[in-house]
């Protein structure tokens, strides 16, 4: 009997065994001259909420060539928190914490910075960061199809290394399953089904005060002014939130889409047409789409069906079918061969990494190259997400030119607010 896990599950593991996987990879990452914290990779970490410090501060911690220097966060209790954390594992006091993002920017001893905000946060940190002469390693995904065209242009112009944050691949079960595809193991693609989780009900809110110790003004950032409610900052409420985020379609789209757009070598650009249904809770300022059924149409005639209800992920081709039925469960095939198959000298090999997104990111610094999902992919997969939001909002069939990546006469779905929209100011970039 087969039992799923949450990502949630899933990421506690991986960090329960992340140290050993850090000792396992020493000989394969060296370090920048000595082994002294002035010769390592400087990170600043900006946003240390629970995903924040428990996945990302975590994993950093242990890289013997890397060196948390500052944290920050607009939540006081948080930033204090996560300040102990790295002043307790390194034995010393010389962290620094700050509610402002931009004292991490300025600061002339930081490298990197580590970016697990809201999502309407991503790309105007990103772009700053990289503005200010340091690598990124984001949480995923963007906000709108715009920034994330911004976000590609800011990485070539300022020949950053820039990582999209996910973990997708480096872990087996979807690796493998898009290597398989890319090779044609299962023969030509004649569709794919996917699952992504719903979202929920929540119930509307009324304005309350501001908790002591919160910066809500700084939270808001380009969002637009919104009076502060109980739940509206918090994780899973603000990602149901039209403002802050895209909903389920574009937070867990980042992780399934991706491998499906990997598997298909489409990873650098996008179907041609797009539709899609969905419904929202009418009424609730957690506004965006709960319940959805998107399909993607690929210049080659393929489909690929999206439906929210799950977390699964299945090809079909002419010689077989792979795929698992929830997030991170072993792959299934429909040839045992298939399981045990590996791609040979002369076969595809995908980009992976053993030490997943934050080792990933980490050698690729120093080599001054792509970590493994860089930010054009991880913008055309943020794209997937936003079109098919836009497709339902407008409730029709929308027509997509994935090289000029603009909708094809069609000004309406052009002005939408998943495509582009107006920074609150003075956070413009």
């Avoid at 908790?211 to 950032?221: A, C, E, I, R, V």
Wanted: net charge negative; aromatic share 8%; charged share 25%.
């Amino acid at each position: 009997m087969k039992t799923s896990i949450s990502r949630r599950q899933f990421l506690v593991r991986a960090l329960e065994t992340g140290a050993a996987a850090t000792a396992c990879n020493l000989c394969l990452f060296p370090l920048r001259g000595a082994d002294a914290p002035s010769n390592k990779i400087a990170i600043g970490c900006i946003g240390v909420g629970e995903h924040g410090t428990n996945r990302n501060l975590r994993m950093l911690l242990p890289q013997p060539d890397a060196r948390v220097r500052a944290v920050c966060d607009v939540f006081r209790d948080r930033v204090e928190d996560a300040q102990g954390l790295v002043n307790h594992t390194y034995q010393d006091s010389d962290c620094r914490a700050t509610g402002d993002f931009r004292e991490i920017l300025d600061a002339k001893d930081i490298d990197a910075v580590m970016i697990s905000t809201p999502d309407h946060w991503h790309v105007t940190m990103s772009v700053m960061a990289m503005r200010a002469g340091k690598d990124v390693i984001c949480e995923k995904p963007t906000l709108t199809i715009a920034e994330g065209k911004l976000l590609v242009e800011t990485v070539r112009r300022h020949k950053a290394v820039f990582q999209t944050s996910t973990e997708d691949r480096s872990m087996e079960c979807y690796h493998r399953m898009a290597e398989l595809v890319r090779n044609g193991m299962i023969g030509d693609v004649e569709r794919v089904e996917v699952e992504l989780p719903s979202g929920n009900r929540y119930p509307h809110e009324n304005p309350c005060p501001v908790p002591d110790g919160f910066d809500y003004d700084m939270w808001l950032g380009p969002a637009p002014e919104a009076p502060f409610t109980a739940n509206r900052t918090e994780r899973m409420h603000w990602r149901q939130q039209w403002d802050y985020s895209g909903g389920l379609l574009t937070d867990w789209g980042m992780h399934q889409l991706d491998t499906v757009q990997l598997a298909l070598g489409k990873e650098r650009t996008g179907p041609v047409k797009v539709e899609g249904k969905g419904s929202v809770h009418e009424g609730s300022m957690f506004n965006a789409f709960i319940d959805y059924e998107v399909v993607y149409t690929y210049a080659d005639g393929l489909r690929v069906q999206v439906k929210s209800g799950g977390t699964s992920l299945r090809f079909f081709g002419s010689k077989g079918s792979v795929g698992n039925a929830s997030w991170a469960q072993p792959l299934e095939a429909s040839r045992p061969e298939l399981l045990t198959w590996a791609p040979g000298a002369d076969d595809i090999h995908l980009p992976t990494h053993p030490g997943a997104e934050h080792r990933s990111f980490l050698d690729a610094v120093h080599a001054r190259t792509d970590p493994y999902f860089p930010a054009e992919d991880g913008h055309r997969c943020a794209t997937l997400c936003h079109l098919g939001n836009i497709a339902m909002l407008l409730g029709r069939p929308l027509a997509w030119d994935p090289e000029k990546e603009r909708f094809i006469d069609d000004d309406e779905a052009q002005k939408n607010m998943m495509y582009q929209r107006q920074a609150r100011a003075p956070w413009t970039i």
